[in-house]
């Protein structure tokens, strides 16, 4: 058997599926056209699965296949169809259908970080199992070379394939546990954590430099495959135990990244356009965004991926010796009074309004200011939430327009206009310190200039907590702030109250 | 395809997806997020491969396996990916179909 010999019409097929997917993501250059966008996902992937499922039906073992010289022969092997394997697919098929979409209809947004984390893994744990079934049947693959050996080539490919696809399942798992709260967001540190991650990852890479070139290449020969598996899993959990909840978002981009690589490392395998594509395409997406993430944070990419952020900001010294300095308490009226008299307002939330699930209320408050001539503008930072624009979802959710939300360098200027600023559940995002102090951990991280605006509306739920990064805000102790403590949803709905009275 | 052809769809690919992916409006990276979580289920066609070939029972099970987890994945991603993209609106409505910006 010739290998990769493929009907013309089947790799056309797939390269369709591969652009599809290309237009998919262009879609989502604009709220406007990303529906359109989806669709073009959806049709990408059903060309995908229907071109395979016509050209690799289940057939009766004693039907020997003639190739596809004309391009009709499915027809003929439909006749021989193995009708309980056929059946199989499809009720694999089916139950997948009913899980994903229950999940996809019941999830609630401020839950959307987690289900991202949960489907990486379970990506990366497809790669292993289809690398690791071709390893077993590699002629069905069309990689096997005559004397029954798995061609080199494809053997890296495979190996490679199943480590990274065994790094993002387990790495996928605990960003999972961590994110919903099943784990504690703290970083997990080991002694010598380093050496023991460089250490299993260059075993990975002698075992899989090992099986290539090993004489065990036939199927299901080389138990060192089943090593890399294993040693990929335990590294995909060493590597993500460290990272601290506030690097999540960066973490959950590069899972994402991994899991396309691992499509990508199979599409390879099976020389299939339509999965090197894809796996090109997730692969740049969630590079980009991690590094985005880390631009946000002014954190450098290795550093998050060595991990122990957040692990000693409690201790920093700096806890118990934190001077008292005066503040100012504002009530509900006055927040109420303020913003209904003001020309432009300007809500900065952070992840803390969706925990208090704020943002209906918070939108509530936006339509009644909106009655009263204010012009209200919502202001993002990119790392607010717990993902890349998770924000935006959640605004979007309470039905807050999208062209009323902005990005930090959008709106950054507009500080020294603005009459209020009102934050929600933020606190980092708005610390001077970043610009300023030199030895803070979050200097040069990008902020707002709420400094700028004349007044300042702080909710926080007392004065005690601090933000992730565990430091002071100059913001709380300012001139024109007044700090409105309480639970973010109750003091919405008070200024609610007082902006109808 | 030898490999040197593959290979050059996958750079190229890649310099796609990094343009393409920079485009996107931040205010969507989360549907991003769940929708290449989508499109990269598309290993689910290695997977009907294993399950459909017949000879390795083991590899068959292996492959059924990756068949159910991808499916989760290629219907609840797009799915969500629906659901959170049918919440972005625009102010009042007016009526004008044209978007972007």
């Known amino acids: 058997m010739e290998a990769h010999a493929v009907n013309p019409w089947v790799a056309v097929a797939y390269l369709i599926a591969g652009i599809c997917f290309i237009l998919a993501l262009r879609g989502l250059s604009s709220p406007a056209t990303s529906r359109a966008g989806n669709r073009y996902g959806m049709l990408g992937m059903t060309i995908a699965v229907v071109t395979t499922l016509l050209t690799h039906a289940p057939l009766a073992s004693d039907y020997v296949s003639v190739g596809y010289a004309h391009g009709y022969e499915w027809l003929v092997e439909f006749v021989h169809l193995d009708v309980v394997t056929a059946i199989e697919i499809l009720a694999a098929i089916a139950v997948g259908a009913v899980i994903g979409l229950t999940t996809a209809r019941r999830i609630a947004m401020t839950a959307m970080p987690q289900l991202v984390a949960a489907f990486h893994s379970l990506v990366g744990l497809a790669a292993v199992l289809v690398g690791l079934a071709a390893w077993l049947n590699p002629g069905a693959f069309g990689i096997l070379d005559d004397a029954g050996q798995i061609f080199l080539p494809s053997r890296i490919e495979m190996s490679l394939g199943i480590a990274i696809g065994a790094i993002t399942f387990s790495g996928s798992v605990i960003a999972f546990l961590k994110l919903n709260g099943n784990m504690s967001g703290a970083p997990i540190l080991l002694p010598a954590r380093h050496v023991i991650n460089f250490g299993v990852l260059g075993a990975i890479i002698l075992l899989i430099a090992a099986y290539v070139l090993s004489g065990a290449g036939g199927p299901g020969e080389g138990m060192l495959i089943v090593w890399i598996t294993l040693l990929a899993f335990a590294v995909g959990f060493l590597l993500i135990i460290p990272i601290g909840g506030a690097d999540m978002p960066v973490v959950v981009s590069m899972l994402n990244s991994y899991s396309g690589w691992a499509a990508a490392a199979m599409g390879f395998t099976l020389h299939n356009t339509a999965m090197i594509i894809t796996g090109a395409l997730v692969g740049s997406s969630g590079a980009i965004l991690s590094y985005i993430m880390c631009k946000a944070m002014n954190r450098s990419f290795i550093s998050v991926i060595a991990g122990g952020f957040g692990a000693d900001a409690g201790g920093a010294g700096e806890g118990g010796a934190r001077e008292q300095r005066p503040w100012k308490r504002g009530s509900a009226e006055d927040a109420a009074f303020l913003m209904k008299e003001a020309e432009n307002v300007i809500i900065i939330p952070g992840y803390g309004m969706a925990v208090a699930q704020a943002q209906h209320a918070l939108r509530e408050m936006t339509d009644l200011l909106k009655e009263h001539g204010v012009n209200v503008k919502f202001a993002i930072h990119p790392v607010a939430g717990r993902m890349p624009g998770h924000m935006n979802v959640l605004l979007a959710e309470a039905s807050v327009p999208y062209d009323e939300v902005f990005e930090l360098e959008d709106i950054n200027s507009e500080f020294a206009q603005a009459d209020v600023a009102f934050i929600i559940g933020a606190n980092d995002v708005v610390n001077p310190a970043a610009k300023t102090d030199k030895s803070s951990p979050i200097y040069g991280m990008p902020v707002f200039d709420v400094d700028k605006a004349k007044t300042i509306f702080f909710i926080k739920r007392s004065m005690g907590g601090q933000g992730y990064a565990g430091v002071d805000n100059d913001v709380f102790y300012m001139d024109q702030t007044m700090m409105l403590l309480a639970d973010a949803k109750k003091m919405v709905e008070e200024i609610n109250k007082s902006l109808t009275d | ?101």
């Open chain 2, 1 to 101: 395809m030898d490999f040197i052809s593959i290979l050059s769809i996958f750079v190229l690919a890649c310099f796609v997806g990094y343009y393409v992916v920079w485009s996107v409006t931040p205010a969507l990276h989360t549907p991003l997020m769940a929708v290449t979580n989508a499109i990269s289920s598309v290993i689910v066609v290695g997977a009907l491969i294993a399950a459909a070939a017949a000879g390795a029972p083991a590899a068959k099970w292996l492959g059924l396996g990756a068949v159910v987890l991808a499916s989760i994945n290629i219907f609840g991603g797009f799915a969500v990916t629906e659901r959170m993209l049918a919440m972005y609106k625009k102010k009042d409505k007016p009526g004008t179909g044209k978007g972007g910006k």
